[in-house]
């Protein structure tokens, strides 16, 4: 037997725990898995959503893609405020 364990991360993510590792709200993961942007599953007769880690992940690289261009084709601006 190893010494080393290492913490088994879960399957699959709450929508709760999709927010908070995307630091946004709610809202917007369940308008993120409404439209498909986001893959996820509804589980049992109260429709349950459950968002597969790899999902998240295939996201997030996504995102990444998609901001790489707007930023390529001169389409992302400042978002921050001014301090």
């Given at each position: ?24 709200g709610l ?57």
């Amino acid at each position: 037997m190893s010494d080393d364990v290492t913490p088994k991360r879960p399957r699959f993510l709450t929508t709760e725990q999709v927010a908070d590792e995307l630091a946004v709200g709610l809202p917007t993961v369940r308008q993120l898995l409404k439209t498909g942007e986001l893959r996820g599953l509804q589980i049992g007769s109260r429709g349950v959503w459950r968002i597969a880690v790899t999902d998240v992940e295939d996201y997030i690289e996504q995102a990444y893609r998609v901001t790489a261009e707007r930023i390529a084709a001169g389409e992302v601006g400042d978002d921050e405020p001014a301090p």
